[in-house]
């Protein structure tokens, strides 16, 4: 399985390139939106990059970084996440996580059963979804909802919820 636990979180991805100067076309996966700032710093392949200016365009944020000066070595980024370091996140209100604080714990009903492993969170109208892969057997897509999860330990990478046959139809 998977190891989802890392010192840096992606904020944000590179989707393409604009005008001759180097600019990218980054689509933000951050709700701080002053994180692309001028001044601020992210990490792209493992380099750290200041911003030098930013311009919004709908929902993309074409970022100018100092170490991109031109067009060939913006197209040479796509693709690429922008990281930051955990270190640099805003702390959360209790009983609120990061997905990255959920990805990857070993999800346990109340009896002690393992299910498996959370890999993948659906973003849902009402509410998200955590998609546990099992060993041999169908995900099972647990709705992250107070009456179902009982306990999550982010540092013991462990959800406990109440068994499925209570709520599963």
């Not at 951050?30 to 200016?53: A, C, T, W, Y």
């Amino acid at each position: 399985m998977t190891n989802f636990k890392s010192d840096f979180v992606t904020v944000g991805k590179v989707v393409g390139v604009w005008g001759l100067q180097g600019f990218l076309k980054v689509f933000p996966l951050s709700d701080n939106i002053e994180r692309f700032s001028k001044g601020s710093m992210v990490h792209l392949d493992e380099i750290p990059m200041i911003i030098q200016s930013i311009r919004y365009s709908g929902k993309i944020i074409l970022v100018k970084f100092d170490l991109i000066d031109n067009r060939t070595k913006a197209e040479q980024k796509r693709g690429t996440l922008l990281q930051v370091p955990s270190s640099q996140l805003l702390k959360l209100p209790d009983h609120t996580y990061y997905y990255h604080d959920i990805l990857g714990c070993s999800v346990y009903d109340e009896t002690g059963q393992l299910w498996g492993l959370v890999t993948q969170i659906l973003k849902m109208k009402s509410n998200d979804v955590y998609v546990v892969e099992r060993d041999g057997d169908k995900d099972l897509l647990i709705p992250a909802d107070r009456g179902i999860i009982l306990n999550i330990d982010s540092q013991s990478l462990k959800i406990i919820i109440r068994r499925p046959s209570e709520w599963l139809i």
